[in-house]
């Protein structure tokens, strides 16, 4: 059976206007086949649209001033597109992004932080997990290959993040969090970068503070993760840490998956 190829990446942009240069570049690099962005910081009507467009990418966003945002490129149109949890206008469209592309079901979602276990936006993080799950559940009952990536704000593993012992009570990695993504992930999912590399550090986020970048003081909470069948299909996943040492960089870092297609 003849095989193609699917290049898929994801980058929490941290304000999509500010990393153009970035982006283009990368994407004129790199030329994937799909790159989803988080984090884009900005209104519909302000989106560098043309930018990307020129590029030769098809855009599906949307966005809000200063915080939020989602958007995903694609070579090919989009078959689908849903926005948010729910049709029509949805708190979450700024969160969630569906598109079915090359018949791949890609879930780009940009999952809330949390801010402090001890705050109410944590509890909202918690229960946002539960809403995913059942929107899984109702949005992709028929078998076929789905993709969930992009900022999911969860370092699953002590691995996933320095000094984790140093964490515990972080929303990113606290015993909470990191069981609602476990029972996201548990029965729908395979974590691409750990099924390739069971013990490997690759952390996509360092922050901006106390030269994090340069001690390596990060976070892997930038994840690609395929339904089963899919996953097998996965060949490589690359935290590619140039973007991060751009100038203007993001805080967080393109990880992209290579796939060869059945």
């Not at 500010?18 to 799909?34: A, C, H, S, T, Y």
């Not at 708190?91 to 949390?114: A, C, H, M, W």
């Not at 089963?228 to 060949?235: F, G, I, R, S, T």
Request: aromatic letters at 12%; proline letters at 6%; charged letters at 25%.
């Amino acid at each position: 059976m003849a095989q193609s190829a699917f290049k898929i990446a994801t980058f929490n942009c941290n304000s999509v206007r500010k990393r153009m240069p970035i982006v283009q570049e990368w994407l004129m690099k790199n030329k994937p086949d799909v790159l989803c962005l988080q984090e884009t910081k900005v209104v519909d009507a302000d989106f560098p649209l043309e930018s990307l467009t020129s590029l030769g990418y098809h855009v599906e966003f949307r966005g809000m001033k200063s915080y939020n945002g989602v958007a995903t490129l694609s070579l090919e149109k989009p078959t689908e597109v849903i926005h948010g949890f729910n049709p029509g206008p949805d708190s979450e469209d700024f969160r969630l992004l569906q598109t079915t592309i090359r018949g791949i079901k890609i879930i780009n979602t940009y999952v809330p932080q949390g801010y402090r276990i001890d705050d109410p936006k944590y509890q909202y993080k918690l229960g946002w997990f539960k809403r995913l799950r059942t929107y899984f559940d109702n949005h992709l009952k028929a078998k076929g290959p789905v993709i969930w990536l992009g900022d999911l704000n969860v370092a699953p593993a002590p691995f996933d993040v320095h000094s984790p012992e140093k964490h515990l009570k972080h929303p990113c990695y606290h015993a909470d969090a990191k069981r609602e993504y476990e029972e996201t992930v548990k029965g729908r999912f395979v974590d691409c970068y750990r099924l390739l590399y069971p013990e490997k550090v690759g952390y996509t986020f360092w922050d901006f503070f106390a030269n994090s970048f340069q001690t390596n003081k990060g976070w892997r909470i930038d994840h690609i993760l395929a339904t089963p069948e899919l996953a097998a299909q996965c060949k490589d996943v690359v935290v590619d840490l140039v973007p991060r040492k751009a100038e203007t960089p993001s805080d967080h870092t393109i990880v992209y998956a290579n796939f060869e297609l059945k």
